[in-house]
């Protein structure tokens, strides 16, 4: 696989993932939640490239 290859599947995997936590007062869903990722070498690379 390539390096385009895993940004793909990464992205699809963001874009789609479920949230499994229940709805409560003050959390947050999914998708307002920032991601921050903590790379290094070839996984930097596949986060630049999402």
Do not use: C, T, W
Request: charged share 25%.
């Amino acid at each position: 696989m390539s390096i385009l290859d895993f940004a793909k599947d990464l992205l699809y995997d963001l874009k789609y993932a479920q949230d499994e936590s229940a709805p409560e007062p003050g959390n947050l869903r999914m998708s307002e939640r920032p991601i921050i990722f903590l790379v290094h070498s070839m996984g930097g690379l596949i986060v630049k490239e999402v």
